[in-house]
């Protein structure tokens, strides 16, 4: 058996050591790709056969959700009709190990015709692929790992890493930030993640609020009231403006310290003034880490120009398995 692991471990520094390698390999060509990515007007459409090909779908799912718009092309299916697909303005990047893959170069001819610019993801610049493409993104020569070394492993990871680095050096020369991000990625954990704080807070009939002078009284009516029973309630002033806030735990302080008749006591008296709050753009892992930092359940939500324009409470962040 510890051979067996002794081999694991063998492959992946095998692996390991192609990535080193393809890194060390990277010079003005990369640059001159990005450069050609980010003037294009259309899309970047990957093209592969084989592993190649499911590593090309790869790259096309990372540049789209990174700010490219990209499509992953067949070479077969392409030279029967899917070549339509490819138009003035989009840019090939095409893989192929060898350099040599007939499927592959036989888009060249059309392609270039067509007036659109290949790069190159291949072992040598001076294979078929590499001296037909306007600028090549260079593996090198590698054997493949494991005894054998027929699989495609190194090379293919290899075209992983080096296509990686491609998307995400185009998606920072973009300034494509978490906002974009979010946009691309609504579902799932991470898309819950990214949400805004206005996405998830508490507005309209469901955020409470009384205005400066109401009673406390006045106050427990609206927290009790508002659907989802927050605990919490703004206060606001004529204008709308966030002037205080008052909590179930503000009101057992307060009968602890001194019990009064609520009917008269005006909130003004008992709120905490300028409470802390939150913008609505911030996003909603930030909100929770706040809320926990500052050991608070609600907060209130206000603009820049500080109008009330929600409640967040922790429990709609756990709710929806935030954090």
Excluded: W
């Excluded at 610049?125 to 020569?141: A, C, F, I, K, P």
């Excluded at 992983?160 to 930030?177: H, K, M, S, T």
């Excluded at 309630?233 to 205080?244: H, K, M, P, Q, Y």
């Excluded at 500052?294 to 206000?302: A, N, R, S, T, Y």
């Amino acid at each position: 058996m510890d051979s067996r692991i002794e081999r694991a471990r063998a492959i992946i520094a095998s692996e390991a050591e192609a990535v080193r390698q393809v890194g060390e390999r990277i010079d003005a060509s990369f640059d001159r790709a990005v450069e050609r990515i980010l003037s294009m007007n259309g899309r970047v459409v990957t093209a592969g056969m084989g592993k190649a090909g499911l590593i090309a779908q790869k790259m096309s799912a990372t540049f789209a959700s990174t700010g490219t718009p990209s499509i992953f092309l067949h070479p077969a299916e392409a030279i029967h009709g899917d070549l339509g697909r490819v138009t003035e303005g989009d840019l090939l990047l095409a893989l192929s190990k060898s350099g040599e893959t007939e499927e592959v170069l036989r888009l060249l001819a059309p392609v270039k015709a067509a007036q659109v610019p290949v790069i190159a993801m291949t072992q040598s610049r001076d294979s078929t692929l590499g001296r037909h493409s306007d600028d090549v993104l260079e593996l090198g020569t590698m054997d493949e790992a494991g005894s054998l070394r027929l699989a495609p492993t190194n090379s293919t990871t290899a075209m992983i890493a080096l296509g990686d680095a491609l998307a995400l050096v185009v998606q920072e020369a973009r300034n494509f930030g978490p906002e974009d991000f979010a946009r691309f990625h609504p579902g799932g954990d991470l898309g819950r993640r990214l949400m805004k704080v206005e996405e998830l807070m508490r507005k309209d009939g469901h955020n409470p609020s009384v205005t400066s002078g109401a009673s406390v009284l006045d106050a427990l009516r609206i927290m009790t009231s508002t659907p989802g029973r927050p605990g919490a309630t703004s206060i606001v002033d004529s204008n709308g403006l966030l002037i205080g806030f008052f909590t179930d735990g503000d009101l057992r302080r307060m009968l602890e310290q001194k019990p009064a008749d609520l009917g008269d006591l005006p909130i003004d008296e008992v709120m905490t003034r300028s409470p802390r709050t939150i913008d609505p753009d911030t996003f909603a892992l930030e909100a929770l880490a706040y809320l926990h930092n500052h050991k608070v359940d609600q907060m209130p939500v206000v603009s820049s120009d500080g109008v009330l324009v929600g409640l967040l409470d922790v429990q709609d962040l756990i709710d929806l398995k935030i954090g």
